[in-house]
């Protein structure tokens, strides 16, 4: 019950902490909305919602790895670098898996250098949010 309780809290700290991400990288876009030919009306919601759900499943994704690689460290032993590797892991898992998944059912994406900025964007947020959450679970008494 305490791994889960772990997950579970991983996946709601990280959610909240990409949430206004998912709101600001639409507007980093070059083109402005009015031009976007591929952008429903609720485009800035969509990226919000997506953001949202990546964060807190990268969340738990880095949880479960951080709990099966780790599982003989206390959290005292654990570098703050070696978790925020693994943070990186879990934020670029599920991306990856969906960009194989469309490349099999698809051609190449036209905004390649979209994608990586914001590949490069989870992963480093990945590892940040990695770190914290060791913080944060060091400061919590057991």
């Known amino acids: 019950m305490r791994r889960l309780r772990g997950i579970l ?3 709601i700290i990280w959610a ?7 709101h600001a990288l639409p ?11 591929y952008c429903p009306p609720d485009f800035v919601f969509r990226f919000l919602t997506i953001w949202t759900l990546w964060g807190a499943l990268s969340g738990a994704i880095f949880a479960v790895v951080l ?5 003989r460290h206390t959290l005292a032993e654990l570098s703050f670098g070696r978790v ?3 943070g990186a892991i879990g934020s670029l898992a599920l991306p990856g898996a969906l960009t194989i998944a469309d490349l099999m059912r698809s ?5 390649w250098r979209f994608v990586f900025t914001a590949l490069g964007i989870a992963a480093a947020l990945g590892a940040g949010c990695a770190a914290g959450t060791l913080a944060l679970a060091r400061r919590v008494p057991t």
């Open 27 to 37: 507007w980093l876009r070059r083109r402005p909305l009015d031009q976007c030919v």
């Open 84 to 86: 925020a590797v693994w």
């Open 107 to 111: 051609a190449l994406p036209s905004d």
């Open 16 to 22: 909240v902490v990409w949430l206004p991400l998912g």
């Open 67 to 71: 709990a099966t690689a780790e599982r």
């Open 9 to 11: 809290v991983a996946a």
